[in-house]
């Protein structure tokens, strides 16, 4: 099909997915935003910006937050419609303006969801005691930003998975090893090395904890034992010694406009995944 043709399948499949998405009561998936940011903002607010661990553990269930919530938003988005997409694409559906709408959709859905995540998250104080310059733009801008693209880019990533699997139930079954393998390879919870670093450069979460870190420039805080210790002037400065700041959480732009970009590279090759994944399942209508 031409790019007219492209355009306008993207136009009308982007208009019927609103509506079913409204019809399905749509402010749900709204509301699930709500109740994950008022948890975490509450939980890790008072502790962020005391020092490194506090602060990096904060950011970590922060990123994990949005990571689910996108993943959330459209894992069974599109195995759910498998019988209605067999059959207009027998009658001539174009599979990537169908897949574009879908990704179009999350855009959409996953901005209102941030917009509403990140207030409750200045309600709570969860940045009140933030550095207030980032790397190139207000730390704020940046790390709202952030949020946007882990939640938009983990929805894209629902999509890709939605997309290869055979129905809802299967796509529900590899959720959990999706974030799972997106909660190990951020880095916080182990030290990763060899293999599992290099795999761990196409996971929103690496990512996303380095731009957080990054604009927060967390490698300046104290770690949490040399605040317990600090009258203690001779120790406090053994352990200031033996500490090493993480390269990745350098307050420097190209650890946050990389972070980005990789982000939406990522997002890119699972949009490509997902038409993919649609042709093949589809190859012998």
């Not at 079913?20 to 910006?49: D, H, P, Q, Y």
């Not at 970590?60 to 990571?67: K, N």
């Not at 979460?205 to 040399?226: C, P, Q, R």
């Not at 406009?257 to 993919?276: D, E, K, M, Q, R």
Request: aromatic letters at 12%.
């Amino acid at each position: 099909m031409n790019s007219v043709s492209y355009a306008k399948q993207t136009k009308v499949y982007f208009g019927k997915i609103s509506r079913i998405a409204i019809r399905e009561k749509v402010w749900k998936f709204i509301l699930f935003a709500a109740v994950i940011a008022t948890i975490v903002a509450a939980v890790t607010g008072e502790n962020m910006f005391e020092t490194f661990e506090q602060t990096k553990s904060g950011f970590f269930t922060l990123a994990s937050a949005c990571i689910w919530l996108g993943i959330f938003n459209s894992i069974q988005s599109i195995c759910k419609e498998h019988d209605i997409i067999r059959s207009e694409y027998r009658q001539g559906m174009n599979l990537s303006s169908y897949i574009t709408a879908n990704v179009m959709w999350q855009a959409v859905l996953c901005l209102v969801q941030t917009v509403l995540m990140f207030l409750i998250c200045l309600i709570f104080g969860f940045f009140e005691r933030c550095p207030m310059d980032g790397v190139f733009l207000p730390a704020l801008m940046e790390y709202f930003v952030t949020m946007y693209l882990l939640t938009f880019g983990s929805a894209v990533l629902g999509i890709m998975v939605s997309s290869i699997s055979g129905n809802p139930t299967t796509a529900m079954t590899i959720m959990p090893f999706v974030l799972i393998i997106q909660l190990i390879m951020s880095g916080v919870l182990f030290e990763l090395k060899g293999v599992a670093d290099v795999f761990a450069n196409v996971t929103y979460s690496k990512w996303g904890m380095s731009a957080f870190g990054a604009t927060g420039n967390i490698n300046i805080l104290d770690s949490k034992i040399v605040t317990e210790i600090k009258d203690n002037p001779m120790i406090v400065e053994v352990l200031q010694d033996c500490f090493e700041p993480v390269d990745a959480y350098d307050n420097e732009w190209y650890n946050v406009l990389g972070s980005w970009l990789a982000c939406i590279g990522i997002s890119l090759v699972c949009t490509v995944v997902s038409i993919l994944g649609l042709h093949i399942k589809n190859r012998d209508s």
